[in-house]
């Protein structure tokens, strides 16, 4: 069994920072992929970061040049550093991972998260 959890999530004023943590515990083998989305109120789920192997990295322009998303493989976590923040950014942010493990492997399983409240207001 494998399992996402985020943390990292809350409360930042207009410019601020927050980092976003995932991580992955159970019968971890390799991460090859993690996924960023977030959801807005009223909006509909946005991809916003995808890291593969562990160093390639795409953002939604809604987001580049402000967050940068990595991986520590040797603690089966990802991160989203997201800088300057502003109100649109506001969402629940969520990570999505392909995982395998010793089994599964060179296969992998979808993941998900349980979301992380990001709010950016003054």
């Known amino acids: 069994q494998v399992q996402l959890a985020e943390s990292g999530g809350g409360l930042v004023q207009p410019g601020g920072s927050l980092r976003l943590s995932c991580t992955a515990s159970?019968?971890?083998?390799?991460?090859?992929?993690m996924r960023w989305y977030r959801r807005a109120p009223g909006k509909q789920r946005e991809l916003v970061a995808v890291i593969t192997d562990g160093s390639k990295t795409n953002y939604a322009d809604s987001v580049k040049g402000r967050f940068a998303d990595s991986t520590d493989n040797a603690k089966n976590t990802g991160y989203l550093q997201m800088n300057n923040l502003n109100p649109e950014d506001t969402a629940v942010y969520y990570c999505?991972?392909?995982?395998?493990?010793?089994?599964?492997?060179?296969?992998?399983?979808?993941?998900w998260g349980q979301g992380t409240q990001v709010t950016v207001s003054s």
């Open positions: 999505n991972a392909d995982i395998s493990t010793r089994r599964s492997w060179p296969g992998h399983d979808d993941y």
């Open positions: 159970g019968s971890v083998f390799r991460i090859s992929a």
